[in-house]
């Protein structure tokens, strides 16, 4: 299944952006979805993830209280970020666990489907 990512851009600090995060196939079903970034030269970290079987969200430290993780239909993944930091300047990646989960939420390595990556651009 692949993942497709919309709605990154450049934003000053302070802004807000809403991720959006869509399956290429209509018939979809999952154990987890997440939002992870990535800077050049770095490792991809985890930003949010919510796990289905308890609704669970989880998130990065460094995003708590700032950004928002949602689904809608089952289906379509949000990250809603508000107050912006330059930090935050990545390309983010949507991504979801298909064929098994453990339970490791902020793992890359738990997630069998990826979107392309959005960049998100934040200016001081």
């Known amino acids: 299944v692949q993942l497709q990512a919309s709605g990154g851009g450049l934003v000053q600090a302070g802004a807000s952006l809403r991720l959006s995060c869509a399956p290429s196939?209509?018939?979809?079903?999952?154990?987890?979805m997440a939002w992870f970034r990535q800077v050049p030269g770095k490792e991809r970290e985890f930003v949010a993830a919510v796990t289905w079987a308890r609704e669970s969200t989880h998130y990065a430290d460094s995003v708590k209280g700032r950004f928002t993780i949602s689904r809608e239909n089952a289906r379509t993944l949000y990250l809603q970020m508000d107050s912006l930091k330059p930090e935050d300047t990545a390309v983010y990646y949507c991504?979801?666990?298909?064929?098994?989960?453990?339970?490791?939420?902020?793992?890359?390595?738990?997630?069998?489907?990826w979107g392309q990556g959005t960049q998100v651009t934040v200016s001081s």
């Open positions: 991504a979801a666990a298909v064929g098994r989960f453990s339970g490791v939420y902020n793992s890359r390595y738990e997630y069998d489907s």
């Open positions: 196939v209509r018939h979809f079903s999952s154990y987890a």
